[in-house]
């Protein structure tokens, strides 16, 4: 069993129908660019050099976001068959990058400054803290990219360090994952229950240095917050 990050807080997840006002308010865009310079080598050589830009209701850019090129997994043929899931991929394991152009907040409701993060895969700890306090259990970690360098897995509890202090809080800043059984040939930004706004991407996937028969869809929150 992999470990899982102890965090502190529980997480409530908004009961809210979906806000109609909400549709349209965001727009997407992938464009030709280069992984940001504030990033490692180390990680930089991961993504690729496609940024999925992300812009409110003025056209304003929030955020561009990279994701790898290919990630590995460990998968039997019976699971690749029936759908990948982040589960296959070892927690900790970075999942891309991103620039928020702008102030934002993570799942949370706590702020991250403008400036550039690594994205790394997080498990919600199983327990009776945490069980049904948000729609689903993985999430990604922000980490601010000056504090990581190396690209390489980590312990958990490491992650969770690293991500909270470059918040400068208790709690690491996450942003929720959503299920992507069926990703498209090029992201979607989609609308979910409970105010969530996801942005539905794939990456592809290698096992044992062989590329996988079928990509890993990602499904990110952008916009959407517990309610605590």
Do not use: C
Not at 18 to 47: F, H, M, N, W
Not at 72 to 95: C, F, H, I, M, S
Not at 201 to 218: D, F, H, S, W, Y
């Amino acid at each position: 069993m992999r470990p899982s990050l102890r965090w502190a807080a529980v997480l409530v997840v908004l009961t809210a129908p979906l806000a109609p006002a909400q549709e349209g308010q965001y727009t997407i865009k992938t464009e030709k660019a280069e992984p940001p310079k504030e990033l490692s080598d180390a990680v930089r050589k991961l993504l690729a050099d496609n940024a999925v830009q992300f812009r409110d209701a003025k056209g304003d850019l929030v955020a561009a976001l990279w994701f790898r090129k290919e990630v590995p997994a460990d998968a039997t043929p019976e699971q690749v068959k029936n759908g990948l899931t982040y589960r296959e991929l070892k927690e900790t394991t970075v999942l891309g990058a991103v620039r928020f152009d702008q102030p934002w907040t993570d799942y949370r409701k706590q702020k991250i400054k403008a400036g550039v993060y690594t994205l790394r895969l997080g498990f919600q700890p199983m327990d009776g803290d945490h069980m049904g306090t948000a729609p689903y259990p993985d999430f990604v970690l922000v980490v601010s990219a000056a504090a990581d360098k190396n690209a390489d897995v980590v312990e958990p509890k490491t992650l969770q360090e690293m991500s909270a202090k470059t918040l400068g809080t208790s709690h690491p800043g996450v942003l929720l994952l959503f299920p992507n059984t069926k990703p498209g040939a090029a992201p979607q930004l989609v609308s979910q229950p409970n105010n969530h706004l996801v942005l539905n991407t794939k990456e592809e996937v290698t096992i044992n240095g062989q590329k996988a028969a079928a990509p890993l869809g990602i499904g990110l929150v952008l916009v959407g917050h517990t309610a605590e």
